[in-house]
């Protein structure tokens, strides 16, 4: 594109919307394509406008809202939708709950081409339908062809963003703690594993409560595998005293322990193992006291089926701190950013 005076760029196109306000009104008094004419000289110089961009022939640039479509279409997500093109920016939108994930080192590298600019929601991010997931645009008016076609080409290596939907578990928990199995107190347990369940397509096979006894919790266990449950939920036991059976009784699963403890708090103790493609998680008694935990940040990826790593767990120390806000706001927060 070139800048020109108003008086010399009859019969050329203009390249931007031109704004005008008066009255009240606010609106494009000249929109990009328009071919100016002789009659729109003195239009333009009372909106203010001494000077116009339009087009220059093989200049090998591209408009802002071209720039946004096709930034939009080289990083398409199943399950959400891009916005046309405002101000030279798209929005990308759920239509769905999932977990939102981001290819954060391609992310980077595109970002670093130059004129583009992306910016979405953190990785790991669960959101519901209507939520804001990604916004992308170029940061000038033009820009070389050559940039996006330097981020078409990264694209089609790997994929930039994701929206994974939740599937459904059958879910089998196991409370441990003679205290709750001889009725000296009441469990609190089930309540909360309920409760966070009904935010998941789950369904509960079975709540058992077993004495502090290797043989009894791993039979409940397997029991609950015989009926068909493909994720294990442990409550109780899940600290470091001798006398506390439960991470002993997941080993005899044959269970791969994965981590018992996260670089998170509360939920500090997590255990996270998988008995082949089933996950596993212990819990500790932080649940029942508080509104959030690690385990809140850990369900929605239990339920996409994507198997957590050690490394997913070490990255939970960055933001694995809950402020432990009056008011939860979880997961428009900083705890569990992973």
Not at 170 to 196: A, C, L, M, N, W
Not at 249 to 258: K, V
Request: charge should be negative.
């Amino acid at each position: 594109m070139k800048k020109i005076r108003v008086e010399n760029a009859v019969g050329m196109e203009l390249c931007h919307d031109i704004t005008e306000m008066k009255d009240g009104f606010k609106g494009a008094a000249f929109k990009r394509g328009h071919i100016i004419r002789p009659e729109d000289i003195p239009h333009l110089l009372n909106i203010g406008k001494r000077t116009v961009f339009v087009w220059e022939a093989q200049a090998g640039e591209i408009h802002e809202d071209d720039c946004a479509r096709r930034m939009a279409a080289m990083a398409p997500v199943e399950g959400a939708h891009y916005t046309e093109p405002a101000e030279g920016k798209v929005l990308l939108l759920a239509d769905r709950r999932g977990l939102f994930r981001v290819n954060r080192p391609l992310l980077e590298k595109i970002n670093h081409i130059g004129d583009i600019t992306i910016a979405t929601l953190p990785d790991h991010y669960p959101v519901e339908p209507g939520a804001r997931l990604a916004s992308m645009r170029i940061v000038p008016l033009v820009t070389k062809e050559e940039q996006i076609l330097r981020a078409e080409e990264l694209c089609r290596e790997e994929k930039l963003l994701d929206l994974r939907p939740y599937r459904e578990r059958k879910v089998g928990v196991v409370i441990t703690g003679s205290e709750v199995y001889t009725g000296r107190i009441q469990d609190k347990f089930e309540p909360v594993i309920r409760g966070k369940m009904k935010h998941f397509p789950s369904q509960i096979l079975g709540v058992t409560i077993c004495d502090d006894d290797l043989d009894m919790i791993a039979g409940a266990a397997r029991k609950h595998l015989d009926n068909g449950a493909d994720f294990l939920i442990f409550t109780g036991g899940m600290s470091v005293d001798p006398d506390d059976l439960t991470p002993t009784a997941i080993r005899s699963l044959g269970a791969e322990i994965i981590s018992h403890g996260v670089p998170a708090q509360p939920g500090n103790m997590t255990l996270v193992a998988y008995l082949g493609d089933i996950p596993i998680l212990g819990v500790p008694g932080a649940a029942i006291s508080l509104p959030t935990t690690i385990l809140d940040v850990l369900l929605p990826q239990i339920f996409t089926g994507d198997r957590l790593t050690k490394e997913d767990l070490l990255a939970l120390g960055e933001g694995g701190l809950c402020q432990m806000c009056k008011a939860c706001h979880w997961p428009n927060c900083t705890f569990g950013r992973y």
